[in-house]
């Protein structure tokens, strides 16, 4: 049975729309702090972190009302990436830890990503069950007035953050000497991020810092890497790091301006972890990535294993196969070794400490030649568009086109209102000509 609300990252959509405001984020709170209170686990705490959207404002009273009603004390944190929140549910040991953010999207997007007390995102089985919460009557869930929970401030949320990064490194790691451009998207590490590289001793360069509410990933951040690469040039970084809204996504640039994608960064730590003896099985990929870095792993006997897209779909297969990498192109990268989902601020220090001795950006991760590859992603009302009989016939006429070729992926975005269509080959020709015609008859 598919889930009512939950998508493939937490629950997203337009502010005010039918499941993105107060009265259902009320009812988010109140089924998710009533289901987590039941385990008897821990301590009766929530932690809620958001990004820097407008939105935020409406939306946390809303769910700090409904956790609170269910009995959990709640801790604020503000503003702070979302490995950040992640980090902090698992450390100060509570039963569970909310995200508010629509990561990517625009900032008339919100909504919300879910931990349990071991910092990992939330099971298909445990989203169901808090559905099914969701939708029982309200009363049945509230708490009597004296066990009604209380909340808290914490305004050592960032600071805390960074130091649980650091800690992954030795003391003697510093950034003397390094020129880094940071966009922070106007987003959730817009405080974190330059903070944490200008500890380490960097000259940092800091871009996309000033959140208005309304103009987070507008022309900025991850999903607009012209401008990191623009900045790089500017400033004659050594390097460019570009994060999303919630920065758990890091897109990078090296000192020619070249921009290095997700794929190409899990390249550089593949290699990098298996020459240091710290890779653990191979790397998880999903069905986005690039064919190069498939061939890639193939020729430097890196196991290689694609998943759904999502990084939650990535981590769970990790698990399955005790991998300790893996991410997806747009730049979610899973380090096992150090944390429980994608961050982009761990990956960029994972990076730079690689860099340290002086090697050049370019020389790190220029690893492998990328297969040609277009995406589209096309704005639809319906993104059960994809299972109409013309639709699939559609698709089919295009993969027996690129068959032997290549590959075309056609898949319903998890986040947005789109449909996702990708192809992939060496044929350029081919390949333009049969992502045309599936995008054509889906518009």
């Given at each position: 049975m598919s889930k009512k609300y939950f998508g493939t990252d937490g629950i997203r959509g337009a502010i005010n729309s039918k499941n993105i405001n107060g009265d259902m984020f009320f009812k988010f709170g109140l089924a998710s702090g009533t289901y987590f209170k039941s385990q008897k686990k821990r301590k009766q705490i929530a932690i809620i972190a958001k990004d820097t959207r407008l939105s935020g404002y409406t939306l946390e009273p809303a769910l700090v009302s409904g956790l609170t009603s269910a009995g959990m004390h709640v801790y604020t944190l503000g503003p702070l990436p979302t490995n950040g929140l992640a980090m902090l549910t698992k450390e100060l040991k509570a039963n569970m830890g909310i995200m508010i953010t629509a990561s990517h999207n625009p900032h008339f997007d919100n909504g919300l990503k879910l931990f349990g007390p071991d910092g990992m995102k939330l099971s298909d089985k445990i989203e169901k069950n808090i559905e099914k919460l969701i939708d029982k009557k309200i009363a049945n869930n509230l708490s009597k007035p004296e066990k009604l929970g209380r909340v808290k401030r914490l305004e050592t949320g960032t600071k805390k953050y960074i130091k649980i990064l650091k800690r992954n490194f030795n003391k003697e790691f510093n950034l003397r000497g390094l020129r880094i451009v940071i966009d922070c998207a106007n987003g959730a590490g817009y405080k974190a991020g330059p903070e944490l590289l200008k500890s380490l001793g960097a000259k940092v360069i800091a871009i996309g810092i000033k959140p208005n509410g309304l103009n987070i990933n507008k022309?900025?951040?991850?999903?607009?890497?012209?401008?990191?690469?623009?900045?790089?040039?500017?400033?004659?970084?050594?390097?460019?790091?570009?994060?999303?809204?919630?920065?758990?996504?890091?897109?990078?640039?090296?000192?020619?301006?070249?921009?290095?994608?997700?794929?190409?960064?899990?390249?550089?730590?593949?290699?990098?972890?298996?020459?240091?003896?710290?890779?653990?099985?191979?790397?998880?990929?999903?069905?986005?990535?690039?064919?190069?870095?498939e061939k890639y792993f193939k020729s430097?006997?890196?196991?290689?294993?694609?998943?759904?897209?999502?990084?939650?779909?990535?981590?769970?297969?990790?698990?399955?196969?005790?991998?300790?990498?893996?991410?997806?192109?747009?730049?979610?990268?899973?380090?096992?070794?150090?944390?429980?989902?994608?961050?982009?601020?761990?990956?960029?220090?994972?990076?730079?400490?690689?860099?340290?001795?002086?090697?050049?950006?370019?020389?790190?991760?220029?690893?492998?030649?990328?297969?040609?590859?277009?995406?589209?992603?096309?704005?639809?009302?319906?993104?059960?568009?994809?299972?109409?009989?013309?639709?699939?016939?559609?698709?089919?006429?295009?993969?027996?086109?690129?068959?032997?070729?290549?590959?075309?992926?056609?898949?319903?975005?998890?986040?947005?209102?789109?449909?996702?269509?990708?192809?992939?080959?060496?044929?350029?020709?081919?390949?333009?000509?049969?992502?045309?015609?599936?995008t054509k008859k889906i518009n």
């Open positions: 022309n900025c951040g991850s999903t607009f890497p012209n401008k990191i690469r623009l900045a790089v040039k500017k400033y004659k970084a050594h390097i460019g790091i570009s994060l999303d809204g919630d920065a758990d996504r890091i897109i990078m640039c090296d000192e020619n301006s070249n921009i290095i994608d997700g794929d190409q960064i899990i390249a550089a730590l593949a290699i990098r972890w298996k020459n240091k003896k710290m890779l653990k099985g191979g790397v998880i990929g999903t069905l986005m990535s690039n064919y190069g870095l430097n006997d890196i196991k290689f294993i694609r998943a759904n897209v999502g990084d939650r779909y990535v981590k769970e297969k990790m698990q399955k196969y005790k991998f300790n990498l893996g991410g997806e192109q747009s730049g979610h990268i899973i380090l096992g070794k150090f944390a429980t989902t994608g961050d982009g601020l761990l990956v960029a220090l994972e990076a730079l400490f690689a860099l340290r001795k002086g090697k050049k950006t370019s020389e790190f991760f220029q690893k492998f030649k990328k297969t040609p590859q277009i995406l589209e992603n096309i704005q639809v009302k319906n993104r059960n568009i994809i299972n109409k009989p013309e639709v699939k016939k559609t698709i089919k006429i295009a993969e027996k086109l690129i068959r032997g070729q290549g590959r075309i992926l056609v898949r319903k975005s998890g986040t947005e209102s789109k449909i996702r269509v990708m192809g992939e080959s060496e044929n350029k020709s081919l390949l333009l000509k049969c992502v045309n015609i599936i």
